[in-house]
């Protein structure tokens, strides 16, 4: 677990900048702690499982949902949400890799219960377009096991360097959500799991091709916490929703 300030400033081994480089993602192993993701999942669930006139209208949803919508954008209203986009760890990281300051765009808290479907392959910037393209993601796995059962991710590693592919309609309904686009123009066969552990953190590059399939658990979540990131002289170009830029100090 990465503790000392210096470690914090500089995460990342020459080996892991240059494994980013190649094959467009890296995973910093436990680097939020468990008590703060424990605290963090009771918050998100704390405003979700408040009765619907007294929940926030950017975390409401219908009383089905309460537990399956993801939350979208909570960094821009909750300031535990902010916290964990800004986690010292994570800003020198994202220094590291961008050589400059990084400022957040976009966060999501995802729950993934039991039975929900995945996202068809894409890639990030396909959503997000960003001039200069400077955009990581950083994926907080909030479970003890992030694996192939409760739905973790699969990437293609290297796929960064192909530009940015075509997208159309997704072919696999009964695994993947219908009102996303998917990748097309490569081998799907390519993709590898990313297994994870509590507190480990995914970063990766906006055109690699990632997706993730359905939890087919009885009883295991996938929550996940996802924030985009872009240096701090880029600009989201043509999403208003995510043009204001939230630093990292």
């Known amino acids: 677990m990465i503790s000392t300030q210096s470690e914090l400033l500089k995460p990342l081994s020459n080996e892991q900048l ?4 190649r094959d467009g993602y890296i995973i910093i192993k436990k680097g939020c702690s468990a008590d703060l993701i424990d ?3 009771r918050h998100i669930f704390e405003l979700r499982s408040a009765p619907l006139d007294e929940t926030p209208d950017w975390a409401r949803t219908s009383e089905k949902a309460r537990y399956s919508t993801r939350l979208f954008n909570p960094h821009q209203h909750d300031s535990f949400s902010r916290q964990v986009m800004k986690l010292p760890v994570v800003r020198g990281a994202l220094a590291q890799l961008m050589e400059k ?3 957040c765009v976009q966060s999501m808290f995802f729950y993934k ?3 929900s479907p995945g996202q068809a392959a ?3 910037y396909y959503y997000i377009k960003n001039d200069p393209m400077t ?4 994926w907080i796995a909030m479970e003890e096991q992030v694996d192939v059962e409760n739905g973790c991710l699969w990437i293609i590693p290297g796929t960064h360097k192909l530009g940015l592919l075509p997208h159309g309609k997704v072919k696999n309904l009964e695994e993947h959500e219908e009102w996303t686009d998917e990748t097309e123009g490569i081998d799907l066969s390519q993709q590898i799991p990313v297994i994870m552990e509590k507190g480990d953190i995914l ?7 990632h997706s993730s399939n359905r939890n087919r658990s009885i009883d295991r979540w996938r929550r996940s916490y996802v924030c985009h990131y872009i240096r701090e002289d880029s600009a989201v170009t043509l999403r208003e929703d995510l043009r204001e830029k939230y630093t990292l100090v």
């Open 18 to 21: 240059e494994q980013y480089k």
């Open 39 to 41: 605290a963090f999942n």
């Open 101 to 103: 300051e990084a400022v």
């Open 113 to 115: 219960e039991p039975g």
């Open 122 to 124: 894409h890639q990030d």
């Open 135 to 138: 955009m990581v993601a950083a």
């Open 203 to 209: 970063f990766f590059h906006e055109l690699l091709i």
